[in-house]
């Protein structure tokens, strides 16, 4: 699902279809045209039986999710449970871990993940940094059990009960395809082991032709940018796609202290002229790929609750190439050959080396 308004369009149809439950946990759900519809689902669902949990992040939502909303929700019979109030951890340390994941589970057969949130800039309903470009994946089958199972154990983590057993939200059977797909969680549980990040330094590291990432963000640790450089040193083709318009400036002056580097070594970076990127995807080969919410920051990798979809030889693989070969006809080559990355912004990269040595908090 290429896009977010796709993504978002098709988890809208599935939920329709519900008959016994709907899951969802969500980084930022946020009021607008978008979250009407998402109302008008659970109104007619909760009506006929379908059992309805939602949860999100707390500083995610704040200001674009008002205390009315939730209560309309409880109303209708929906069971919510907002992640980490901001309120009641203020001047703490774990205030920075976030719930960054986005799952929906849709009667244990059908679970979705990717990078859009519900809200109306993810589908180009609003503009926000010119055109957002996101997307998402739907599993069928069997491999939507890993996803539903997180969320349970998310909700129950946060106090919440679940009606039946855990057998009860199983997938009822197998869906057609090819390939494995792996969905797997990591979060601040593990520090300082981070799962996510081992995943993409063996998929850098097992690289033989081509490596293409695209990420909204960039400030990533020695061991990340030193495996980029060596893939790229040895012949593979690494492709690097970030926003040309950024919704945190701060951060992207972060992200421009690693590009000297890593165009020195042979990295390729391009800029998404027609706005925001905000996919996180890696593509490995043409046979193995990386689909979810982690950024190539230090909070998706260390301070939020994550998720992904590991997958190998799977149809969707090329689908997913294609898509950032088409998304790179509407990009920017950076060219430090022919361009000072920071030709005229002495300040603003003093700026950025100054803020690379508190990246994990940017």
């Known amino acids: 699902l290429p896009t ?21 946990e969500f980084y930022i759900m946020a009021e607008g045209q978008l979250w009407d519809r998402l109302m008008d689902i659970f109104r007619r669902k909760a009506g006929q039986g379908v059992e309805i949990k939602v949860l999100f992040d707390d500083f995610g939502s704040m200001m674009r999710m008002s205390e ?18 901001v309120h009641h951890y203020v001047n703490r340390l774990y205030f920075n871990y976030r719930d960054h994941r ?8 059908t679970a979705y993940t990717g990078g859009a949130n519900i809200a109306d800039e993810y589908a180009n309903l609003m503009e926000r940094f010119g055109y957002w470009k996101d997307d998402g994946i739907r599993l069928e089958g069997q491999g939507a059990w890993t996803l539903t199972r997180e969320f349970i154990y998310m909700w129950e983590r ?4 679940m009606h039946q057993e855990h057998d009860y939200y199983r997938p009822h059977g197998d869906a057609p ?21 081992d995943a993409f330094l063996q998929l850098i590291g097992g690289a033989k032709h081509m490596v293409y990432i695209t990420s909204p963000y960039l400030a990533i640790d020695e061991s990340m940018e030193k495996a980029l450089c ?9 492709r690097l796609m970030i926003p040309a318009i950024p919704d945190k400036k701060l951060v992207y002056l972060v992200a421009e202290t690693y590009w000297g580097d890593l165009l020195r070594h042979g990295v390729k970076i ?17 046979r193995e790929a990386v689909v979810g919410t982690i950024n190539l920051d230090y909070r998706s990798l260390y301070h939020h609750f994550e998720n992904a979809v590991w997958m190998r030889g799977t149809d969707c693989i090329a689908n997913m190439e294609a898509d950032f070969q088409d998304t790179l ?8 050959t022919k361009e000072s990355i920071w030709q005229g912004k002495k300040l603003l990269h003093l700026a950025g080396i100054l803020l690379k040595f508190i990246a994990p908090l940017v």
Do not use: W
């Open 4 to 24: 977010g308004e796709a993504y978002l369009e098709d988890l809208l149809e599935r939920m329709e279809q519900a008959e016994h439950f709907i899951f969802m």
């Open 68 to 85: 009315e909303a939730v209560e309309e929700l409880r109303r209708i019979g929906v069971e919510v449970l907002v992640f980490n109030p």
């Open 102 to 109: 986005k799952i929906a589970c849709i009667d244990g057969d």
């Open 158 to 161: 946060m106090g919440g009960a």
């Open 177 to 197: 395809g090819q390939g494995f797909v792996q969905p797997f969680v990591d979060g601040p549980d593990s520090n300082p082991i981070s799962s996510a990040e």
């Open 230 to 238: 060596m893939a790229a040193g040895s012949g593979v083709d690494v």
């Open 270 to 286: 391009y800029k998404y002229t027609p706005g925001f990127v905000h996919a996180k995807v890696f593509v490995v080969d043409g």
């Open 329 to 336: 006809t509407r990009c920017r080559r950076v060219e430090r």
